[in-house]
């Protein structure tokens, strides 16, 4: 791992330079105070919709509602932002000329991809802690405090699927010099793996699987065991980084 | 760790060069070498970019590696740096087997890219701060060594501005700065001067030869002119193939023509008119030219027995000489004789000659 240090330490100060952090972080903090807001309001917001010509019955919101809003907008918008962060990673450096810049140095190949995705990892991790620490705090004034601990954990597995989504167009970008079919890639995935989340005894070793233990323990109730989908992802993200170093160590550039 | 390629059997002594009757070639460098490639062949499909290229580097040369455009220079440059695999042959630098994730090798070397190109939003001292920790330079040696090229390529001032920011003169001197910062053995500089004016080109020349005997350059170009300023000995590649490698005084004496170059004192026009009656009536001179100004260009056939023999023709003929030369050919001439002016069928739009493709 040659170079790991400062290459990691260019790849901060770029997410930095570049505003991708502060600008998913923002992204991300909207998404998580909203969420409780959303679930909270929306009975009303539909009332006054729709006025006095239907009655629509819905029950009372509660925190669970708020967590499960939470999921659903991180799971979507930060699966997006995941891919947007991940397409460009290699393949851009390897189309503007950069990536040779930085391996005619003393580096090897593998050092320069883990500084890359542990970057974006760190980015999507400050950004799911800052979502849910938004969402803890709006979910504690509307309805009901949430154990801390317990949506730490579930923020742990939403930041693991992310990462998931992340890999596989991490994968694309490295295979590819094109940022487009790289993202491509990594919307397949989310898409053609989201649908066969829903098939029973196959969800559970996806990281769409993550979803159910990640709200029990948000709630502090008891749910799906969280081990096995968390292996199958970390597996499934050691299996596209192994990937993506085995294509890039022979490629030429 | 350094390993040396199967099959690379690295030479020694002192150098040799070729004689006229012979064309000269790697096998003529018997000294301490930096660079050591046998065999080096690159293939797209079936489009040949490079030709089984022997080569040696003497440690501490300044080396050009000439050649049209489309001659196969960046792809062997690309090739010693690690950033293409050759389709077969194998090289060292410093001794030390090239090879695509090889940062041992990296270690021994810089390189330039013919477009570098950089991190836009990064400073220029920040990228040389990264580049030096990736060298192994820190602390106080990485802030000295920073200052250092800094001030050797004329950044200083526009050290802390966004490299996004800089003209095409500048990111060329940061990429010369870059390439040396870790002070490496060997330094590749893939056509460093195309995008300089004439001030910035010779900026740059000056600092390359600065680099004489502190460590070795490989330099590629197609400007020859250049590479009579600073580079100690050339090869010449066309189409893939090496056509010549040799010093290049011996490069140049080896081309040396046919020719001598007479300039009389003024107010002797009878005596030069018989010098050149009897000229044109000896065996060993074919032709006598008489130029503007009073001068004589005459071609002899036999050059030993001209170097012998003209000089007491002209004292014969009672002519007092202000000048008396062999003329010198410059590198362009040799580099015409050697590899020839492309006809049109031979380039393509972009004014690069065609490769040679061979069947699959």
């Known amino acids: ?253 | 760790m350094t390993s040396a390629s199967p099959g690379l059997d690295p030479p020694s002594g002192t150098v040799v060069v070729a004689g006229p009757d012979r064309v000269a070639g790697p096998d003529d460098v018997v000294g301490p070498v930096a660079i050591h490639a046998r065999g080096l062949s690159k293939r797209f499909g079936s489009i040949v970019a490079l030709d089984g290229l022997d080569l040696d580097v003497p440690t501490g040369s300044i080396f050009g590696l000439l050649g049209p455009n489309g001659a196969g220079k960046t792809t062997t440059i690309r090739i010693l740096t690690g950033l293409a695999r050759p389709t077969a042959g194998a090289a060292t630098v410093a001794g030390v087997a090239v090879g695509l994730d090889r940062p041992e090798l990296r270690q021994h070397l810089g390189y330039l890219d013919q477009d570098p190109r950089f991190y836009g939003w990064m400073r220029g001292r920040e990228l040389l701060e990264l580049v030096g920790r990736l060298g192994g330079l820190a602390g106080a040696d990485l802030r000295a060594q920073v200052g250092a090229m800094l001030d050797r390529t004329g950044l200083t001032d526009v050290a802390e501005r966004r490299i996004g920011g800089y003209s095409g003169g500048m990111r060329q001197r940061l990429g010369i700065a870059q390439a040396l910062l870790h002070r490496p053995a060997i330094v590749f500089l893939d056509e460093p001067v195309s995008s300089l004016d004439p001030e910035g080109r010779r900026d740059v020349l000056e600092l390359i030869a600065d680099l004489r005997d502190e460590t070795t350059v490989v330099v590629s170009t197609h400007v020859l002119s250049d590479v009579e300023r600073i580079c100690d000995r050339v090869a010449i590649l066309d189409r893939g193939r090496l056509v010549t490698e040799a010093a290049l005084d011996q490069l140049l004496a080896d081309h040396v023509r046919p020719v001598y170059r007479l300039a009389a004192d003024p107010g002797q026009g009878p005596a030069v008119e018989l010098l050149t009656r009897r000229l044109r009536s000896t065996p060993w001179i074919t032709d006598v030219s008489a130029m503007p100004g009073g001068e004589l260009r005459i071609v002899v056939s036999d050059p030993a027995v001209a170097a012998a023999s003209l000089l007491p023709a002209v004292v014969d003929a009672g002519v007092r000489l202000a000048v008396f030369e062999r003329v010198r050919p410059t590198l362009e001439d040799v580099f015409l004789e050697l590899v020839g002016s492309p006809s049109a069928d031979e380039l393509d739009g972009r004014g690069f000659i065609r490769p040679r493709e061979v069947e699959r």
């Not at chain 1, 990892?121 to 405090?145: D, E, K, N, Q, R």
């Not at chain 1, 890999?167 to 919307?187: K, P, Q």
């Not at chain 1, 008891?222 to 292996?231: A, I, K």
Request: net charge positive.
């Open chain 1, 1 to 253: 791992m040659a170079g790991l240090g400062p290459l990691l330490r260019k790849e901060l100060l770029e997410q930095w330079r570049t505003l991708r952090l502060p600008v998913v972080a923002t992204i991300f903090l909207l998404v998580g105070l909203s969420s409780p807001l959303l679930a909270r309001f929306t009975p009303e917001i539909l009332k006054a919709v729709g006025g006095d010509q239907f009655t629509i019955s819905l029950p009372t919101p509660t925190a669970a509602d708020a967590v499960d809003q939470l999921a659903k907008n991180v799971g979507q918008f930060g699966g997006l932002i995941a891919v947007l962060l991940a397409m460009g990673a290699v393949a851009t450096e390897k189309e503007r000329g950069t990536a040779a810049l930085l391996l005619t140095k003393p580096v090897s190949r593998g050092a320069f991809l883990v500084a890359k995705l542990v970057a974006i990892g760190l980015t999507l991790a400050v950004s799911v802690a800052i979502a849910t620490a938004g969402a803890w705090f709006y979910t504690l004034v509307l309805f009901a405090p949430l154990p801390v601990p317990g949506i730490a954990a579930g923020a742990a597995l939403q930041w693991l699927t992310l990462m998931a989504w992340a890999s596989i167009t991490f994968v694309g970008s490295t295979l590819t010099r094109s940022s487009l079919a790289a993202a491509g890639l990594g919307i397949v995935a989310f898409i053609v793996v989201g649908i066969l989340g829903v098939v029973p005894n196959v969800g559970r070793f996806l990281p769409t699987g993550l979803g159910g233990p990640g709200r029990a323990l948000a709630l502090g109730i008891p749910g799906p065991d969280p081990v096995v989908p968390t292996v199958a992802t970390i597996v499934l993200i050691g299996v596209a980084g192994l990937t993506a170093w085995l294509a890039f160590r022979r490629q030429e550039l």
